[in-house]
């Protein structure tokens, strides 16, 4: 075999390598980042994942073990007509949008129906609803159950305020059983850490 060959076989795979370590960025302990291209800061308590794959053009996901174990995602400051997540086709898929007339005591529906249309589920029940604060603000705190494709039941909770006619929120869905309850404080102290520059 040719030396060229035999370098291009080596540096084939090490490109491969420094791809996959750009897909997402290392979020560190202590260290105050904006999130969602927004005005929205957060601290987190540990190390998470912030993955480059953004789910719509005000959002992103963060991760601790991978988006199927535990997903955050921060919506920050959604506008009036515009929906929580990229829509495939506006056409045959159009997905709920947030709305000027939208209350706050609304955004668990709008997730839910976001949910329903963008992940094809047909299990969702918004479990508890209550006032919270969020970014200093009035808000809801909500807690749900999905099943997906996979046929996983979910455990989530989220929390969500309406500030100068943005939506902004951020969510934590997790598998029922032991990822939710072993990662929740971890997102409560993240979600607490928010503030709104």
Known sequence: ????????????????LAVTADAHKLRTSGVSVAVADSGVRVTPT????????????KAETWTLDGTQLNDVTFYGGIEPGNPLV???????????????????????ELLESTYRAYKGLAAFTVESTAPAKFLGQDGVRFTYFFTDD????????????IIKGSLYMVTFDAPRLHYFDHSIADFRALADSAKLN
């Open 150 to 161: 996979d046929q996983l039941t979910r455990k989530g909770e989220a929390r969500a305020a």
């Open 86 to 108: 990229k829509e495939r086709s506006k056409k045959r898929e159009p997905l709920p949008k947030f709305t000027a007339a939208t209350l706050v005591v609304e955004v668990p």
């Open 1 to 16: 075999m040719r030396k060229s060959s035999l370098f291009a076989l080596g540096l084939i795979p090490a490109l491969l």
């Open 46 to 57: 540990r190390d998470w994942n912030r993955l480059d794959v953004k789910p719509g053009k």
